[in-house]
Nanobody
Framework: QVQLVESGGGSVQAGGSLRLSCSVS????????MGWFRQAPGKEREGVATIYTGTSGTTWHADSVRGRFTISQDNTKNTVYLQMNSLEPEDTAMYYC???????????????????????WGQGTQVTVSS
């Protein structure tokens, strides 16, 4: 059903910026809970930012990235973005786009950063930040 494809990763120096894109297919025309997650070697997958797509457009950002990262959507292009500014070496990780496929707005708010509640995942895009 839902297919997600990430792009935009790369290598940057500390303080630089990147914009990740997640193209969505197979499950359009309705609001859904979508998030960006990241996982560094030896660490658990953690939520970065989440958006309830559609007219609501409500977003949530993890404390570690608030003020630096911004999740957004372009409904006309069925795409979700993650603008990453002021990147730090600690941001180095594989970044994944994910969608729950079943949560309402309230459910999205509650489980926004819980990876186990997201059913659909992209292949990941690597972000490397050097000091």
């Amino acid at each position: 059903q839902v297919q997600l494809v990430e792009s935009g990763g790369g290598s940057v120096q500390a303080g630089g910026s990147l914009r990740l894109s997640c193209s969505v297919s197979g499950y359009t025309g309705r609001s859904m809970c979508m998030g960006w997650f990241r996982q560094a070697p030896g660490k658990e997958r953690e939520g970065v930012a989440t958006i309830y797509t559609g007219t609501s457009g409500t977003t949530w950002h993890a404390d570690s990235v608030r003020g630096r990262f911004t999740i957004s959507q372009d409904n006309t292009k069925n795409t979700v973005y993650l603008q990453m500014n002021s990147l730090e070496p600690e941001d180095t990780a594989m970044y994944y786009c994910a969608a729950t496929g079943d949560l309402t707005y309230n459910g999205c708010a509650v489980y926004r950063f819980e990876a186990r509640r997201y059913r659909y995942w992209g292949q990941g895009t690597q972000v490397t930040v050097s000091s």
